[in-house]
């Protein structure tokens, strides 16, 4: 069973910075695209960025040249670094993993597709 677990949310003041990881965890051998979504109250979950395992990145509009997305390949994780925060990032953040590949005797199989994570709050007062 993978699952993913985030951290790094919290309460921070306008201006200020936030550093979000996900971890993921489980009989994993590889993993596909990962990425960080966000819903505010009242709207529909966004797009905030997400990269390939070949470090190709896309952010949404709203958060280009603030934050930064990485990932470790070796370690299964992807971070957010997330710099001069607006009271509009307020939000619950989703980490995903579009695909997890599994050892399976001398091979590999696709164990599954997405997955999400249990989300974290950032909140940014003004």
């Known amino acids: 069973q993978v699952q993913l677990v985030e951290s790094g949310g919290g309460l921070v003041q306008a201006g200020g910075s936030l550093r979000l990881r996900c971890a993921a965890s489980?009989?994993?051998?590889?993993?596909?695209?990962m990425g960080w979504y966000r819903q505010a109250p009242g709207k529909q979950r966004e797009l905030v960025a997400t990269?390939?395992?070949?470090?190709?990145?896309n952010y949404g509009d709203s958060v280009k040249g603030r934050f930064t997305i990485s990932r470790d390949n070796a370690a299964f994780t992807v971070d957010l670094e997330m710099n001069d925060l607006k009271p509009e990032d307020t939000g619950v953040y989703y980490c995903?993993?579009?695909?997890?590949?599994?050892?399976?005797?001398?091979?590999?199989?696709?164990?599954?597709?997405?997955?999400w994570g249990q989300g974290t709050q950032v909140t940014v007062s003004s």
């Open positions: 990269i390939t395992g070949g470090g190709v990145i």
């Open positions: 995903y993993l579009d695909e997890v590949w599994e050892p399976a005797g001398i091979g590999i199989r696709l164990a599954g597709k997405d997955y």
């Open positions: 489980g009989n994993i051998f590889s993993i596909g695209h």
